[in-house]
T-cell receptor, first 114, second 114 residues
Framework: AQSVTQPDIHITVSEGASLELRCNYS??????LFWYVQSPGQGLQLLLK??????LVQGIKGFEAEFKRSQSSFNLRKPSVHWSDAAEYFC????????????FGRGTSLIVHP | EPEVTQTPSHQVTQMGQEVILRCVPI?????FYWYRQILGQKVEFLVS????????KSEIFDDQFSVERPDGSNFTLKIRSTKLEDSAMYFC????????????FGDGTRLSIL
């Protein structure tokens, strides 16, 4: 069964520092990969997605992610974090060869210090 | 930008009572979903709905749950006899297609069972 691992439950960074949130997925057919952000009391907002082509994808709010098939990873990055980026971040994967229903990771909570 | 809307934002119900959670998906979307997020845990898939029938469901979605699209705009989740463990955030999502077409989420309904 497809699975997603986000190894970091909490990440704390200082405002202006760079950020990398890790995501690993279980091996399968061509993955469709997503990062969502959830601000307190709100739903999930799509930051970016990958399904083919350039392995470095750009998203909203200055985020980017890189698909590395050899490492089964899809890490999310941002060069300079803003206080408003504090939120919960979810990685998700779906596969073209089976169910298209995405499986979500357990999330990483980002804390931003001033 | 069109949004998925969910009502109510918070529902408090006595254990054993029936509850209906309502969602208005984005109008030109064809696939509809319900997810659950128990406090502090990952987002879990419940059910997907396409062409007026359930296309996939998880093991969480037992006989106590049902979904319906009673008209051209609403998509509802009914829990027949609520249990304490049904307390969670329930998210509705919709997408124009499957696979690489990402889901758009509502802000959720917080269901509290007393």
């Amino acid at each position: 069964a497809q699975s997603v691992t986000q190894p970091d439950i909490h990440i704390t960074v200082s405002e202006g520092a760079s950020l990398e949130l890790r995501c690993n997925y279980s091996y399968g057919a061509t993955p469709y990969l997503f990062w969502y952000v959830q601000s307190p009391g709100q739903g999930l907002q799509l930051l970016l997605k990958y399904f083919s082509g350039d392995t470095l994808v750009q998203g909203i709010k200055g985020f980017e992610a890189e698909f590395k098939r050899s490492q089964s990873s899809f890490n999310l990055r941002k060069p300079s974090v803003h206080w408003s980026d504090a939120a919960e971040y979810f990685c998700a994967v779906a596969y073209s060869g089976g169910s298209y229903i995405p499986t979500f990771g357990r999330g990483t909570s980002l804390i931003v210090h001033p | 930008e069109p949004e998925v809307t969910q009502t109510p934002s918070h529902q408090v119900t006595q254990m054993g009572q029936e509850v209906i959670l309502r969602c208005v998906p984005i109008s030109n979307h064809l696939y509809f979903y319900w997810y659950r997020q128990i406090l502090g845990q990952k987002v879990e898939f419940l059910v997907s709905f396409y062409n007026n029938e359930i296309s996939e469901k998880s093991e969480i979605f037992d006989d106590q749950f049902s979904v319906e699209r009673p008209d051209g705009s609403n998509f509802t989740l009914k829990i027949r006899s609520t249990k304490l463990e049904d307390s969670a955030m329930y998210f509705c999502a919709s997408s124009p297609g499957q696979g690489h077409q990402p889901q758009h989420f509502g802000d959720g309904t917080r269901l509290s069972i007393l």
